[in-house]
Nanobody, 121 residues
């Protein structure tokens, strides 16, 4: 049974940082590209970043380029999202998933519970 467990969210002031983690199980993590998504209140879920199996191809949404860093540890079956210089518009529930393409197309599994990130003073 596939499980995606996101953690690390919280309340942070504008300009602050958070590091999200996503622990994956139930599939061969190292064989799949991974992605982070987010969904803000009243908005559709959007792709934030993707990372290839070997971490050699990484893509970011324009809105987070230069501020967020995606990484993975295949030995720990975990993907991370380091978020710096956070803005109020980054407030959302953040999710991870395995994807078919490094462009983010082809989400493979059901969503986990996500982790809430709130950026507010």
């Amino acid at each position: 049974q596939v499980q995606l467990v996101e953690s690390g969210g919280g309340l942070v002031q504008p300009g602050g940082s958070l590091r999200l983690s996503c622990a994956a199980s139930g599939f061969t993590f190292s064989r799949y590209h991974m992605a982070w998504y987010r969904q803000a209140p009243g908005k559709e879920r959007e792709l934030v970043a993707t990372i290839s199996r070997a971490s050699d191809i990484i893509n970011y949404a324009d809105s987070v380029k230069g501020r967020f860093t995606i990484s993975r540890d295949n030995a720990k079956n975990t993907v991370y999202l380091q978020m710096n210089s956070l803005k109020p518009e980054d407030t959302a529930v953040y999710y991870c998933n395995a994807v078919v393409l490094t462009t983010g197309s082809g989400r493979l599994y059901d969503w986990g519970q996500g982790t809430q990130v709130t950026v507010s003073s």
